[in-house]
C-alpha cells in the first residue's frame, strides 16, 4: 500500500472534516451562547437536542439522516434545484449528517466556555459603554478562547473518525464519499490484513496526537495569570 493509493480517501477526509469544523465553529456560537445564557424554559430541552447523537447508535441516526437527504426527503427537493435526484451518497451529504452527528462536539465545549465567563465581565464592559455586541466580541470570544480551541480540536478528531453515520449515508463511493473509516472497513472486507493495520496503527497515532495536542494547549491557555 502506497500513499498514492490512499491520498483520495485522505484528502476527501481532510476536506470534509475542515469544512464541517468551520461550520459547526460559525453555527454552534450562537447556539452554545443561548444555551450558556438563557432563562428559557426550553433552554434543556434545546440542549437535549443537542446532545443526542452522543448517546444515539450512529446507525439509528444514520437512518434518518438517509431519509432526510433521501429522493422523498428534504434532501431531494434541495437536489431538485440543480436537477439532482438526492444528497445522500454525495459529498455534500456528507457535509451535512457531519454538521449533525459532530453537533455537540462543538457546541458543549463552546457552552462551557461562555458560562465560565459568568456575569461580572460582560457587566463591566457594558459600564464602560459597550453594547452587547461590543460586549460579545471583544470580552466574551477571547474569554472563552479554551471553549473554542478544545470544541475545534474535538470536532475535527471525531469528523475524521465517523464511521456508522457515514456508511449509512455516504456508502463506499471512490473520491466522492469514501474516507479513511470507510477504506479501513473496505481493507478488512478484503481480507488485506497488512494495509488494515497500517491504517488503524496511523488513526490511533492521529487520535494520540489529538489529545496531546489538546491537553497542551488547554493547560498553557489556563495558566493563572502572574
Do not use: C
Not at 167 to 189: Q, R, S, W
Request: neutral net charge; glycine residues 10%; charged residues 10%.
Amino acid at each position: 500500500m502506497s500513499l498514492s493509493d490512499l491520498w483520495p480517501a485522505i484528502r476527501l477526509t481532510l476536506a470534509l472534516a475542515s469544512i464541517n469544523t468551520i461550520i459547526l465553529l460559525i453555527i454552534g456560537t450562537p447556539i452554545a451562547w443561548w444555551l450558556a445564557r438563557s432563562d428559557s424554559r426550553f433552554r434543556e430541552v434545546v440542549g437535549a437536542i443537542v446532545a443526542l447523537p452522543l448517546v444515539l447508535p450512529p446507525t439509528v441516526l444514520g437512518f434518518y439522516l438517509l431519509i432526510a437527504l433521501g429522493p422523498n426527503g428534504p434532501g431531494g427537493a434541495i437536489a431538485s434545484l440543480w436537477g439532482g435526484r438526492t444528497l445522500a451518497f454525495s459529498f455534500t451529504g456528507l457535509v451535512i449528517g457531519s454538521f449533525f452527528y459532530s453537533l455537540p462536539f462543538m457546541v458543549q465545549p463552546l457552552r462551557n466556555g461562555f458560562a465560565a465567563i459568568g456575569a461580572d465581565p460582560l457587566e463591566a464592559a457594558a459600564t464602560l459603554g459597550a453594547n452587547k455586541w461590543q460586549a460579545f466580541w471583544r470580552v466574551a470570544l477571547p474569554l472563552a478562547r479554551p471553549g473554542y480551541i478544545t470544541g475545534a480540536v474535538m470536532t475535527f478528531a471525531h469528523t475524521v473518525g465517523e464511521f456508522g453515520v457515514v456508511l449509512m449515508i455516504g456508502g463506499n463511493i471512490p473520491g466522492e464519499t469514501k474516507v479513511v473509516a470507510i477504506a479501513l472497513y473496505d481493507y478488512v472486507e478484503r481480507l488485506q490484513w497488512q494495509e488494515a493495520h497500517l491504517l488503524a496503527g496511523g488513526l490511533v497515532l492521529f487520535a494520540f496526537i489529538v489529545i496531546v495536542v489538546t491537553l497542551t494547549i488547554d493547560r498553557r491557555v489556563n495558566v493563572p495569570m502572574p
